[in-house]
């Protein structure tokens, strides 16, 4: 766990096994999660360990390849990953979140079987229960393309994951008992880059050459900004989209976000700082790596670049990221052959966010409804027909009129193949994040103001993004479309992660009448079941059996 130099990080930590010429390549992983003591802040504490890491290692991936990890929980309380942007096509029972999947019980494993059917790109994993994340078990997640289908820029010299998040010298469950008794959180007490705290993390380079950077914010709340001291950088890719490449110096990765960008070592050979900073947080929080050229003159020295402290640098830059038409997705025709801007909109979800006090403590709510989680995933009583558990339509299209806040377990109805605008207002004066697990939007506008019918006008329908998470700015709006082509229960939650966890998500249910396996796979023969989910293996034991061999 010392040092991180990019030759480690690089190095291969699964085996490979190729099951067949005609069908896509296995990779099989085996984790062991347990505590252990890390002390990224200077201040030892309890931490999330994979394989005794921290943060977890790296996934190597390729467009279609098949990934299991059998995941051995050694915690003494149950645990679940997810996996943020993988889309787990018509399979939402392998998201890991609770309403999909159920929890690993202590001392037991389970084992994850996905594919990462046509995706390319940058993402990330974290662990989804209770408050785990504030104690790591999250790792970088990567979806290279196939050989053969091009790139549009040349192979880097180094392909390097950098996980950046604000962080708490406070343990994970003293901050969960903090929102089990309704209290709002503290901010966090610094940040941390790939699991290290300032000047702890060194990044080699080699003169001349050029390196990929991936960068994800796996932090709980706040935006930080990237930056490296006398290098610009090349904007190249949003969790799964190559952009039309445009030279940066500085970019501001909201929680949740993954982007890849280019720097070349073309400076005089000395040390630089890398420096990530709080935006739009009331307390300026900064912490620094270090990139070392090889043939290094200098250590760093002084105070590190500053980052822009204003609101719309950070919009305009936002604004500015396009996707490259030209370039090749996880198939080698261009993205810009599916002409999103010219399919109709079947619907308009307008979810607007709002804090406030139920029973005596403080709630977030999406819609006027706070998320409560059920005893049993919707997901299995969805699939073995248990009533009771959810109601779809527990949430609505539009927000209420009033601010009141009701608990619910909110799943809103979809119909497969809906091609959707979902529009996130933020009447807030905080900066909020979004996810949608099971798909990639279409990024299409956002904007200061209040939403109306006429801000359409200004949507790019042209080359927007598609990615799976998206900021909204304070007082401001985010409009996204989505082509509902995949069936399932999927998630979508703040990223704000004390608002995710006082319930500011819910479930977006997109179902078919037509069961069949084209649309949707059946539940994994190695399925955990809990709730009122369990023993129904026993009543129903050809359900299980009919299952998909991977
Ligand atoms: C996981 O790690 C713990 C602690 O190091 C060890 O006791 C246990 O045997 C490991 N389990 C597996 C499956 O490797
Ligand atoms: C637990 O691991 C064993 C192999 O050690 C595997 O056979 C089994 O399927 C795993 N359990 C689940 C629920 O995936
Ligand atoms: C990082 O190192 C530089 C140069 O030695 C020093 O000036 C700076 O104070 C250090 N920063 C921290 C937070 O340790
Ligand atoms: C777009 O992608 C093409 C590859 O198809 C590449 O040649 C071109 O440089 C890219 N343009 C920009 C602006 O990124
Ligand atoms: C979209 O709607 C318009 C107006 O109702 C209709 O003329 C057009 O054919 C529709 N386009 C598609 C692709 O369905
Ligand atoms: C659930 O109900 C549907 C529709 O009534 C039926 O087609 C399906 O087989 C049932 N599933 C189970 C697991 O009983």
Known sequence: ??????????????????????????????????????????????????????????????????????????????????????????????????????????????????????????????????????????????????????????????????????????????????????????SPDGILINGRGSNDSRFTVEPGKTYRLRISNVGIRDSLNFRIEGHSMKLVEVEGTHTMQT?????????????????TADQPPQDYYIAVSTRFSTKLLTTTAVLHYTNSAKPVSGPPPPGPTDLPFSLNQARSIRTNLTASGPRPNPQGSYHYGKINVTRTIILASTAGIVNGKQRYAVNGISFIPPDTPMKLADYFNISGVFRVGSISDNPPLG?????????????????????????????????LDGYAFFLVGMDGGTWTSDSRKQYNLVDAVSRSTTQVYPNSWTAVYV??????????????????????????????????????????????????????????????????TF
């Open 247 to 263: 030279t940066i110096t500085s970019l501001d990765v909201h929680v949740g976000q993954s982007y890849s960008v280019l720097v």
């Open 1 to 186: 766990m010392k040092g991180i130099m990019w030759h480690l990080v690089v190095s291969i930590i699964c085996v490979v096994a190729i099951v067949g010429s005609a069908e896509d390549p296995y990779r099989f992983f085996t984790w062991n999660i347990t505590y252990g003591d890390i002390s990224p802040l200077g201040v030892p504490q309890q931490g999330i360990l994979i394989n005794g890491q921290f943060p977890g290692p790296d996934i190597y991936s390729v467009t279609n390849d098949n990934i299991i990890i059998n995941v051995f929980n050694n915690l003494p309380e149950p645990f679940l990953l997810s996996w943020n942007g993988i889309q787990q096509r018509k399979n939402s029972f392998e998201d890991g979140v609770f309403g999909t999947t159920c929890p690993i019980p202590p001392g037991k494993n389970f084992t994850y079987k996905m594919q990462m059917k046509d995706q390319i790109g940058s993402f990330y994993y974290f662990p989804s229960l209770a408050f785990h994340k504030a104690a790591g078990g999250f790792g970088g997640f990567r979806i290279l393309s196939r050989p053969g289908i091009p790139v549009p820029f040349p192979e880097p010299a180094g392909d390097i994951t950098v996980l950046i998040g604000d962080w708490y010298k406070t343990n994970h469950k003293v901050l969960q008992s903090i929102l089990d008794k309704g209290k709002m959180l503290m």
């Open 483 to 548: 082509a509902l082509d995949n069936v399932g229960m999927w998630n979508i939650r703040s990223e704000y992660w004390a608002r995710q966890y006082l319930g500011q998500q819910y479930y977006l249910r997109v179902y078919t009448p037509v069961k069949s396996v084209r649309d949707e796979y059946p539940i994994p023969s190695n399925a955990l079941l809990c709730g009122r989910a369990q023993g129904i293996k026993k009543k129903h034991p050809l359900l299980i059996t009919n299952t998909l």
């Open 403 to 435: 601010n009141g806040i009701n608990l619910d377990t909110s799943v809103m109805g979809a119909d497969y193949r809906a091609f959707v605008e979902i529009v996130f207002e933020n009447r807030e004066n905080i900066v909020q994040s979004w996810h």
